[in-house]
């Protein structure tokens, strides 16, 4: 199965020796890819990137200043930007430093053209992935999030009104329905005290 094209995607090249950087520049630029910038050392990198928010990084380890890992780790924790790691060092190495950096491929030194575009391809198709979970694990936190605030609401007004759970959470649903209010701004209404006699209580007005 080949790997989907991602299109003209954005690429900084982090590479402290000039004649390689040079190389993987044409490489890129010929396989369509969009170089955005290029940095020396890690330093620059996380200028470039912060000014350039490009795809991905394409980041040397070993390079002066600051080492690539730790410059990938930072790049990825403030912009969210993933890189791709060149490196002469053996896997075992490699996935032991590069734990908690954003990285989402490596290449090992020499590095061929025949391999150098492949391995760009997947590291953006991983990279969708991860932003793809990070998504839904954003979501699935605000649901929750959502949800803790919906019952501490409803455990406020079964405390205060005497209310059962199923007759508190039916008012509450009922009062967002008659004002287009959604359940979780209602509970921060209520738990602000905004609304301390809402929803209201039929069964006492009928009285």
Request: aromatic share 6%.
């Amino acid at each position: 199965m080949g790997v989907i094209r991602t299109g003209k995607a954005k690429i900084l090249l982090a590479e402290d020796n000039t004649i390689l950087r040079m190389d993987l520049h044409e490489i890129l630029i010929q396989a369509g890819y969009e170089v955005v910038a290029e940095a020396g050392n890690g330093n620059e990198a996380i200028e470039l990137s912060a000014s350039h928010r490009p795809n991905l990084v394409l980041m040397d380890i070993k390079m002066p200043k600051m080492n690539g890992l730790k410059a990938s780790r930072i790049i990825g924790n403030a912009y969210n930007i993933p890189s791709l790691i060149l490196t002469a060092y053996s896997q075992k190495e490699f996935v032991q430093e590069a734990e908690n950096a954003f990285i989402v491929g490596y290449l090992v030194k020499p590095i061929r053209e025949t391999d150098l575009v492949p391995a760009v391809e997947v590291a953006l198709q991983q990279a969708k992935r991860l932003y793809s979970l990070q998504s839904q694990n954003r979501e699935l936190n605000q649901k929750l999030e959502d949800r803790k605030i919906i019952e501490r609401a409803k455990g406020l007004l079964m405390k205060e009104k005497g209310w059962a759970e199923e007759a508190a959470f039916k008012k509450m649903r009922s009062y967002c329905m008659m004002h287009n209010l959604s359940m979780v701004n209602l509970a921060r209404s209520i738990l602000e005290k905004e609304r301390t006699d809402y929803p209201p209580d039929h069964d006492q007005k009928r009285k």
